[in-house]
């Protein structure tokens, strides 16, 4: 992952207000790299409002001391975004520290925890704190 900068949602914001041929002139003076840094940058999802602001309070952790926390509702509640955010804000508050995301398959884990719409880099890219870029492997 690599940490979004203020100057990505500057550029985002820019690259919105220009005309056509405005963009087709900072094109222009772009190499292969950086060209394709700003289609990263305009591809991210919008940085959105904290988490703790459009939680519902059945999404936030328990308070108090817990070592098991589970979220049973229907479809749609909002479980893999809670969990999402729960991990993304772990993950921030200890960088470094490892994560075991428990799915029924590998493909699971990683097609709807990670990469899903309420996954882990959506989260990511959404509190703009970070971008990701998959590993060609
Ligand atoms: N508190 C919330 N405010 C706004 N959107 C939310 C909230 N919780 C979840 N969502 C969104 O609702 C949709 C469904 O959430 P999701 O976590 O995938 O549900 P579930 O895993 O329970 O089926 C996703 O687009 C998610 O980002
Ligand atoms: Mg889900």
């Known amino acids: ?25 900072f094109l222009r003076r772009l190499d292969a790299p950086e060209r394709e840094r700003l289609l ?28 098991l926390w589970l979220y049973m509702a229907g479809r749609g509640a909002g479980k893999t975004r809670a ?16 994560i075991a995301l428990v799915g029924r398959t590998p493909a699971d884990v990683r097609d709807v925890m990670i990469e899903g719409d309420s996954g ?7 509190s703009g704190r970070c971008t990701s870029r998959p590993s060609a492997a």
């Open 1 to 25: 992952m690599t940490q979004s900068t203020p100057v990505s949602s500057s550029l985002r914001t820019r690259w919105r207000q220009w005309t056509p041929e405005q963009r087709r002139e």
């Open 40 to 67: 990263e940058v305009l591809d991210a999802p919008e940085p959105g409002p904290a988490w703790d602001q459009v939680a519902r309070p059945e999404q936030l952790p328990p308070v108090g001391e817990w070592l």
């Open 120 to 126: 882990i880099l959506t989260v990511a890219a959404m």
């Open 83 to 98: 969990a999402a955010e729960w991990s993304h804000g772990r993950a921030l508050a200890y960088p470094g520290c490892r």
